[in-house]
């Protein structure tokens, strides 16, 4: 008995009926094999309410690709997902295309067929558990390709290359299940000439490219061009024509686009974007009555929310990477957070590109006093087939994650910094970054741990708007359901203080900004209250010889009667100027104003004066 064969018998002495079906395929037919989701109480167990291929879509993280004949590949999947659905790869992958004939409209046009062409072969066939049936021929000789069609005539689909079909014993949404059809033979038939004709000329009309596309010129081909692939692969059309339009494109472009680039785009949009499904579309519709309302929870109310995406963003050496360990400290033992309130005591999964975990981040949180016992560092995924360890990527191994999430009982994921686990992404496109994050956000509702991506600012300090300065696309902060900012506070003459402040916040109000400064051991918080917003904090600043000449006017003005003012008068004047107290004090000082005080105690108030002005009796401050 060869190894397989002893890898399928315990299959079978175990009695998983899919995994020994599953083997029997990969082993006895050389077919490729991928587990699928399945289904439970008539929803598929992928979790998805609005799932529209319930226990027909891969599991593995790059779906299709995945599929194998591997023996110890398989076995390991159905370890990992015992009760998965079993999906064979069709096309020159396992040797065979499939005609799908689906329900009545499909049986209709077959019959047309037969009549005009003759009646097909007797050949291997498959009862779906919807009432359909997926009849397989043997893939053509070489010369000839088969690939994946929808409604080569009604109700008639096509699986050929780079497509699949659920085989038996899977379980239908219907509560039945697939069956290999008894009276049926068990050699694949090869398809009579006129289906291959058939199904090979009825190809998706090549639509051309828009007429605004014509000429684009330099600065607007890369968008261009990619905004017209992604038309193309949502409409069905194959990769081959994809790529003649983008060479089209390339070469109509002014000046002409690079082929290389253009042939990178289409590979990227193939990558990350799925074709259309092939399956008939569903609308889900829920009634308001029926859905139970529920209250957000936090991990920190109200900055942190449980079960959602929280951005972090700010500048370097604003301290980013150590408040999120703080916060991790804090969650792991349950001591109380910077506002006093505390956190439900749990465990925390870390994602840490940019440190070290030896000689910064364990450290970092022996500073703060974390229970170490509870942080888990995710460093690598393993390739099951390769035995090879890749780095994580959110677009592509979400579900390993899950796994850590799950199995650690975590109420905290810190990714740190974002960009660095979008592989393959474009971080500037918005709809390649909702992609990326989507499987993520849907993650943290399903496991209810709180998600904390840490985000750098990008460049563009002229804009107005806060929610734009995250960097790259927009999606980050469209996907995050709370971004915190870090800044350092304008008001301290140090510029030692930083200062926490909420930037969006669309499920709870907006609280007032916390202070903390970085210090040796991490970070201290501070209880001094908070005078800026968001808004303020990120705004276009003026060049300092603008704001330091307005702030100069203001004390000339002020003190234009020449005669002593009180402090707090020119201040109140400056804050609603815009004048920040650093830079107040600023000017006053190249101003050489002389600041006295009048009077003792609670009491006594501070004077400002022009130095010739020494009408002022008192103790002057030095």
């Known amino acids: ?86 999906g064979v790869a069709t096309g020159a992958a396992s040797g065979f295309f499939a005609l799908d004939v689906d329900g009545d409209a499909g049986e209709e046009s077959l019959g047309a067929l037969e009549d005009k062409f003759g009646r097909l072969p007797e050949t291997v066939q498959s009862l779906t558990g919807g009432g359909g049936r997926h009849l397989l021929f043997a893939y053509p000789a070489a010369g000839a390709e088969v690939g994946s069609k929808v409604r ?234 390769k035995g090879e360890d890749k780095p994580f990527c959110l677009a592509d191994d979400v579900e390993a994650l899950e796994a850590v999430v799950n199995e650690a009982d975590a109420v905290l994921v810190i990714i740190d910094p974002l960009d660095a686990y979008l592989a393959g992404t474009d971080t500037h496109r918005n709809a390649e970054v909702r992609i990326a994050l989507a499987p993520f956000a849907a993650m943290l509702e399903r496991t209810g741990a709180a998600g904390l991506c840490v985000h750098h600012l990008n460049k563009d300090s002229s804009t107005v708007n806060a929610l734009y300065r995250a960097g790259g696309s927009l999606a980050y902060v469209a996907a995050a359901r709370s971004v915190l900012g870090v800044v350092p506070d304008p008001d301290d003459e140090e510029q030692e203080r930083r200062l926490l402040l909420s930037i969006k916040l669309n499920i709870a109000r907006r609280p007032d900004g916390i202070g903390y400064r970085v210090i040796d051991r991490g970070i201290a918080w501070d209880r001094d209250p908070v005078h800026i917003d968001a808004a303020t904090a990120f705004a276009p600043k003026k060049a300092d010889s603008d704001v330091m000449r307005t702030a100069k006017e203001l004390i000339e003005e002020q003190l234009a009667g020449g005669h002593p003012v009180a402090q707090l008068l020119i201040e109140e004047a400056a804050a609603k100027a815009g004048i920040s107290k650093a830079m107040l004090n600023k000017a006053k000082r190249a101003l050489g104003v002389v600041s006295k005080r009048d009077g003792f105690g609670s009491g006594g108030l501070w004077y400002w004066g022009l130095p010739e002005d020494d009408s002022v009796s008192g103790q002057e401050n030095a």
Request: proline letters at 8%; one cysteine or more; a neutral charge.
């Open 152 to 385: 080569v005539r009604p109700g008639l689909d096509v699986r050929g290359d780079g497509g699949y079909i659920v085989v038996p014993p899977s379980l239908h949404r219907s509560g039945r299940r697939y069956a290999w059809d008894e009276a049926s033979p068990d050699a694949l038939a090869p398809a009579p000439p006129w289906l291959l004709d058939e199904i090979t000329c009825t190809q998706v009309a090549r639509p051309e490219p828009t007429s605004a596309l014509e000429g684009v010129g330099e600065g607007q081909r890369n968008d261009a061009i990619f905004r017209e692939v992604s038309r193309l692969r949502a409409l069905g059309v194959s990769k081959a024509e994809a790529t003649v339009v983008a060479r089209d494109m390339a070469r109509k472009c002014r000046p002409p686009f690079p082929e290389r680039e253009a042939m990178a785009i289409v590979e990227r949009v193939w990558q990350k974007y799925q074709a259309p499904s092939t399956s008939p579309s569903v609308a889900r519709v829920v009634r308001m009555a029926d859905v139970a309302p529920q209250a957000v929870e936090w991990l920190w109310q109200p900055w942190i929310p449980l079960a959602k995406l929280t951005l972090l963003i700010g500048d370097p050496g604003t301290g980013k990477t150590m408040l999120a360990l703080d916060l991790a400290a804090r969650v792991t033992n349950s001591t109380p957070l910077p506002d006093g309130s505390r956190a439900p005591l749990g465990n925390v999964v870390i994602l840490t590109a940019e440190d070290g975990l030896a000689d910064t981040i364990r450290p970092r949180l022996d500073a703060a006093g974390a229970d170490v016992g509870r942080v888990f560092a995710l460093q690598a995924v393993r390739n099951v087939e």
């Open 1 to 86: 008995m060869s190894a397989a064969d002893e890898v399928r018998a315990s299959a079978v002495a175990q009695g998983n009926g899919t995994v020994e079906a599953a083997l029997d395929y990969a082993i006895h037919r050389n077919w490729a094999v991928l587990p699928l989701y399945s289904v439970r109480d008539g929803a598929c167990t992928c979790g998805k309410a609005d799932c529209t291929s319930p226990g027909k879509h891969p599991r593995t993280a790059h779906g299709l690709r995945d599929a194998t004949t591997d023996a110890a590949t398989i076995t390991s999947w159905w370890q990992q997902w015992p009760k998965a659905n079993v």
